[in-house]
């Protein structure tokens, strides 16, 4: 996966048809390292104090509603900043991306 991979446009889509406001995007390509992974997330949150989504391109995530911008909204209001949450692999049995997973992750 590259920077100009179409599933990044596909997320940002994503985040945009849930009316977030998001105020900036940064993403970050490699092979996985935990390392590098809690490196560039604590830059991330050094530099910016408010909401932070953490998406990964082969994986889910499990909402815990359908109105994310309620929530987030209602969650703010009472001083919360984070929302914990569910990934799912969506890595089908032969390590392939599986982009249909029928609604059943």
């Known amino acids: 996966v590259d920077l100009q991979d179409p599933r990044f446009a596909e997320a940002e889509n994503i985040l945009q048809s849930l ?3 998001v105020q900036r995007i940064k993403k970050w390509v490699g092979s996985y390292s935990s390392v590098e ?4 997330m604590d830059k991330i949150q050094h530099e ?3 909401w932070i989504v953490e998406a990964d391109i082969d994986e889910f995530p499990i909402l815990p509603t359908k109105n994310l911008q309620g929530l987030l909204q209602n969650m703010s209001l009472m001083g919360n900043n984070l929302l914990p949450g569910i990934m799912v692999d ?3 049995p032969d390590g392939r991306l599986d982009n249909n997973m029928n609604g059943n992750p």
Not at 37 to 40: G, I
């Open 19 to 21: 009316q977030l406001p």
């Open 37 to 40: 992974r809690r490196t560039f």
């Open 48 to 50: 910016f104090k408010g």
């Open 90 to 92: 969506r890595l089908s």
